[in-house]
């Protein structure tokens, strides 16, 4: 207690937390680029080799193997560990085991697995090739926690584990999520990308064209999400579940579901399914079956037999798990461990270097090991000139080593190995095979040689090391293809044939981005609770079967129903998660604008820098989650204004308080483009625009009070002028209302 430091409880506090936050990263979150491995999974693996768990062995009770790493690796609880162990075994969650289970390991219903002293473990070829050559000086070991033992930094990983099985982690103010792919694909594309290391991702995807879960279904992304995705190493993939039509007697038929998405339980789908029947929010379904086995086979039964097949299935990926989406964050701990988002160039380069530093450790291993035993052979051939005279300096001599090494000038490693040498191998038959491994080892070194000192032969070592896993784990039913890569969906409109109830609700959208729909005309803004730090953005009356248009900044169009809007007292849900909005926050996150859309208007559109067109109503629909461009901007613009272009004139006001006044007409109506000028500035941009009847006379709101204005004759001129200060009263915002 005598060093005491005073020091503030924000600096302690921030330290500690920093240390935490560092230790959940790099020690429990993020998988290595390298081996695509945590932690937990590395000592698991690394701890059944060293009780001898080969694929070829017997198996031992997981209670052995979690007690092991647990005791000499890993200071954690034993349930942890033990749950990374079953999760390696389970062939629904991971695509390449890497533990081969004996027992109960659960179920993709979602059952527990037994408990690990009823279950055992060995290792599979998966896991034995992520090991192989570990004991060769190819990676790095350090101190275990206690200091009593070695474990690796990383292993050699021969098999590409981090892109084949995928990897997911949550740690402090970052995330991983890596879909599992299939190995053949990912070696492909790293031999070519080993033959090119200027390839493009668009290159790779050709030989790896994207997921391939453990659990099938159909991929349905659309070819440039995809490369963006993996371009930028963010992103995610829409997953459907694999059906078919089966038909029955008297012309009835049932929907067969055979593959669900990846990570969905099928106990907890059919929950899900029975309890929006029992809501009544599936109206074209009638009942759902599980007749599973081994094999998923859920059956899905109509209400009617006029139902279609595709609206009835496009009415449950819209309301159910049958279809997912997966989020792809490739944010994985680099070779100097630093978190690093890669994209799929970066990701199969750190790996093939790491294959590479891995090839050129062991060779240097391998021909140190030739270089001792080609020393002792050297010394084995003088002394099998003069074995007599070897004989008697053993049994005369007081130091025998010493001796040997005076009488035929042997170093110390030579004199060693000929005195432990056996009785048995002094005959003449053991001199020509002495003669022999010399040759051969002498042959191996100078190859060694050449390799090290060759970048070319280097690489294409590796290249032929990863055509041998290709062929190993690439082929057969292991390695063949189980998601199928589906075309988009064609759009479905399930409106007029599933109806919504016709009632008024209120939208609620926050600035953080929180949406959600209040019953009824709700007008007490001061009642709406949000999460901590948000707040309201704007309350926007309308009816359930309304449409929503929402502007984003980086001038694409989102339709929403406001019926499928999250109802009651809660947050609601992010924009993002109903939407697909990119991983740009700067401008894809941003929404601009949101209003009820109508097809008895057309509206006006325009950016931040004073340019605009007219567009039409039904132009601004689209099914996608993505979206749809309407509005092309240029650098450092932003879409920023969408309003009913209901008017013979347009009054545009820029952030210098210039007012102008034009006919509507002089706006070019387009369906998608970069527009106009609206007015001409010559700093800042555009503030507020409206569109009205001029014999009206343009109104605007300040404070409490609206004015009109009929007299616009010295605000009224051309399109792209500069314009006019407002009249007096105009608000200082620069805005109408």
């Not at 990374?84 to 389970?90: G, K, T």
């Not at 990570?263 to 009942?287: C, F, M, N, T, W």
């Not at 997912?324 to 690093?340: C, I, K, W």
Request: with cysteine.
């Amino acid at each position: 207690m005598e060093d005491i430091q005073d020091t503030r409880f924000s600096d302690a506090l921030s330290e500690r937390y920093l240390a935490y936050a560092m230790s959940t990263i790099m020690q429990r979150s993020l998988p290595d680029v390298r081996d695509g491995l945590k932690p937990v999974h590395r000592r698991l693996i690394y701890a059944m080799q060293q009780l001898r768990l080969d694929p070829a062995s017997g198996f031992k009770k997981c209670a052995r193997v979690v007690g092991d790493v647990m005791g000499k690796f890993h200071p954690h609880g034993d349930a942890s560990i033990y749950d990374a162990l079953v999760r390696l075994a389970q062939d629904f969650a991971v695509r390449y085991p890497l533990v081969e289970g004996q027992g109960n390991f659960g179920n993709i219903d979602g059952d527990n697995p037994a408990a690990m002293r009823y279950t055992e473990a060995r290792m599979t070829e998966v896991a034995a090739a992520l090991l192989a050559g570990i004991s060769e000086d190819t990676v790095d070991f350090r101190p275990t926690y206690d200091n009593e033992d070695q474990e690796p930094v990383v292993l050699p990983s021969a098999f590409p584990n981090l892109l084949a099985n995928g990897a997911a982690g949550i740690a402090v103010g970052m995330a991983c999520s890596i879909p599992p792919h299939n190995a053949g694909e990912v070696c492909a594309a790293a031999i070519h990308l080993i033959a090119d290391p200027a390839a493009t991702t668009a290159e790779l995807l050709a030989h790896m064209p994207g997921p391939d879960f453990p659990t099938g279904g159909i991929l349905t992304e659309a070819p440039e999400a995809l490369l963006a995705a993996y371009e930028t190493g963010r992103g995610g993939f829409r997953l459907r579940a694999r059906w078919a039509v089966e038909q029955g007697r008297f012309g009835t038929w049932s929907i067969v579901v055979s593959e669900i998405p990846y990570q969905v339980q099928k106990s907890r789908l059919i929950e899900q399914v029975a309890a929006l029947l029992e809501e009544k929010k599936l109206p074209l379904l009638g009942d759902i079956r599980d007749e599973s086995d081994e094999r998923i086979r859920l059956v899905l039964e109509p209400k009617s037999r006029g139902v279609e097949p595709e609206v009835l299935m496009e009415t449950m990926f819209r309301a159910t798990a049958l279809e997912s989406r997966f989020p792809l964050n490739m944010n994985v701990l680099t070779a100097d461990h630093t978190p690093q988002v890669l994209g799929l160039r970066g990701v199969l380069a750190a790996w093939i270097t790491h294959r590479e530093q891995v090839l050129q450790r062991r060779s240097r291993f391998r021909l140190r090991a030739i270089e001792h035993r080609l020393e002792i052979l050297d010394g084995f051939i003088k002394v099998f000139l003069n074995l007599d005279e070897v004989i008697r300096i053993i049994r005369e001599e007081d130091d025998a080593k010493a001796g040997l090494m005076r009488a035929f000038s042997l170093s110390e490693v030579q004199a060693e190995a000929i005195l432990n040498m056996r009785l048995r191998s002094l005959r003449r038959l053991e001199e020509q095979e002495i003669n022999a491994e010399h040759k051969k080892l002498s042959r191996e070194g100078r190859d060694l040689n050449a390799l090290l000192a060759s970048e070319t032969l280097r690489w294409a070592r590796v290249t032929s090391e990863i055509e041998d896993m290709r062929r190993k784990f690439g082929a057969g039913p292991m390695g063949a293809r189980r998601t199928e890569l589906g075309a988009l969906p064609a759009p479905v409109d399930i409106a007029d044939i599933v109806p919504i109830e016709r009632e008024p609700v209120t939208v609620v959208l926050s600035e953080r981005g929180w949406i959600r729909a209040r019953p009824g005309h709700v007008t007490d803004a001061d009642a709406q609770k949000f999460k901590e730090g948000d707040r309201l953005r704007l309350m926007l009356p309308c009816l359930t079967t309304d449409k929503l248009i929402l502007l984003a900044a980086n001038g694409r169009a989102y339709t929403l129903r406001a019926g499928d809007l999250p109802r009651g007292r809660g947050d609601g849900q992010p924009i993002r998660v109903m939407l697909d909005m990119g991983a740009n926050t700067a401008a894809g996150d941003d929404i601009a604008h949101v209003f009820v859309w109508s097809d008895v208007h057309r509206y006006l559109l325009a950016s931040s820098g004073g340019r605009g067109f007219v567009i039409p109503a039904e132009d601004l629909l689209g099914e996608k989650r993505t979206g749809k461009q309407v509005l092309n901007l240029r650098p450092g613009e932003t879409a920023t204004i969408c309003v009913p272009a209901d008017g013979d004139h347009v009054a545009v006001v820029g952030e210098n308080r210039k007012l102008l006044v034009f006919p509507l007409d002089q706006v070019a109506e387009l369906s998608r483009g970069l527009g106009v000028t609206l007015q001409r500035y010559k700093e800042g941009g555009l503030a507020d625009l409206k569109v009205f009847h001029l014999k009206d006379g343009l109104t605007w709101r300040s404070g409490e009070r609206t004015r009109t204005e009929t007299d616009l004759r010295d605000w009224l001129g051309e399109r792209g002028q500069t314009g006019r200060l407002p009249p007096n009263g105009f608000p200082k915002s620069g805005r109408f209302s």
